[in-house]
């Protein structure tokens, strides 16, 4: 099975990605990550791929492209994989149509969390991580116990580059204007499910199990997301605050629980989100 997870920085693709690959038992492509141990090993491509992810920017696809292929080429990803990150461009989706299809695969389902923009940036900026094991922190949302050492390790935590408050915004803007229209790629071939983002990383993971056909696992009365909630932000679209313009359109696979993604009360949200990220969560 393929799938992708898709959607803006900081909707949380990479917890709910690593909840995914354990589940199914297949291996999570990060481009990201991919992109990370190769400045970790100080090749080439780490030193050409870094100038851009500092700067907010995309890495060029050719080399985006060269690093997936390289990896699909391992033979733990013949049962499928989870991309995580990837693709962020229609021409990588294009190219990597191309590829699966020579290996007689296709992508099965791409699962769009959809997170409105003000809170990605709440989110984004000024996240901390461990240079050592990726855990991630945030100041505000999800505290370490001791000011700016890891819970986990003791690692003094540091602030990535791109995590900074401008590259922040950056990402998000690039994301809106490169990355969102690979969403109308896949529409085309009805393989997309809408989720909402926000509430607490078990619901998010709930409504992405439903979407893949999974049975919910969620103990009984546990909201699993979903408009049955049926509650809105005052004055906020169907939409949950999203724009039409960043929702990319209407879900191919819609089921009664999952047409549009929830508004919760300001209330519920900021619980649930709360709750969601002090669960410490591993780094991308
Ligand atoms: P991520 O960890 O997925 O947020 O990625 C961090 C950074 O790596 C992004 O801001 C981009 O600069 C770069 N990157 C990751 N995946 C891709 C991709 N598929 N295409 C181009 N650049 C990417």
């Not at 917890?15 to 990201?32: C, D, E, K, M, R």
């Not at 984004?124 to 505290?143: D, E, M, N, Q």
């Not at 499910?193 to 709930?206: F, L, N, Q, Y």
Request: charged fraction near 25%; glycine fraction near 12%; hydrophobic fraction near 35%.
């Amino acid at each position: 099975m393929n799938l992708a997870l898709f959607g803006p920085p900081g909707s949380g693709k990479g917890t709910q990605a690593n909840f995914l690959v354990q589940h199914f038992g297949i291996p999570q492509v990060s481009t990201g990550d991919l992109f990370r141990a190769e400045i970790k090993a100080q090749t080439d491509v780490g030193r050409k791929a870094q100038t851009y992810m500092d700067r907010g920017d995309l890495v060029p696809d050719s080399i985006t492209l060269q690093l997936v292929r390289r990896r699909l080429d391992a033979p733990d990803t013949e049962r499928g994989v989870l991309f995580d990150g990837f693709p962020r461009t229609v021409a990588q989706a294009t190219e990597l149509d191309k590829m699966l299809q020579v290996m007689g695969r296709r992508m099965d389902r791409v699962i769009f969390v959809q997170v409105p923009t003000d809170v990605l940036v709440d989110r984004l900026a000024g996240r901390l991580t461990c240079p050592k094991c990726g855990r991630t922190y945030h100041p505000k949302l999800a505290p370490p116990q001791l000011d700016t050492v890891c819970d986990h390790d003791g690692t003094a935590l540091i602030m990535r580059e791109d995590d900074r408050p401008e590259t922040a915004r950056k990402r998000i803007s690039v994301y809106l204007e490169q990355t969102l229209p690979v969403l109308a790629h896949y529409r085309q071939q009805h393989v997309v499910s809408d989720i909402a983002g926000t509430g607490s990383i078990e619901e998010v993971r709930e409504r992405i199990l439903r979407a893949i056909g999974v049975p919910s696992a969620a103990p009984a009365g546990m909201s699993t997301g979903g408009p049955a909630a049926g509650v809105r932000l005052a004055g906020e679209g169907p939409g949950g605050g999203i724009p039409p313009s960043e929702q990319g359109g209407a879900s191919d696979t819609e089921t009664p629980g999952q047409r549009r993604p929830p508004g919760i009360r300001p209330s519920d949200h900021g619980r649930s989100q709360g709750a969601g990220h002090r669960r410490r969560v591993r780094g991308r």
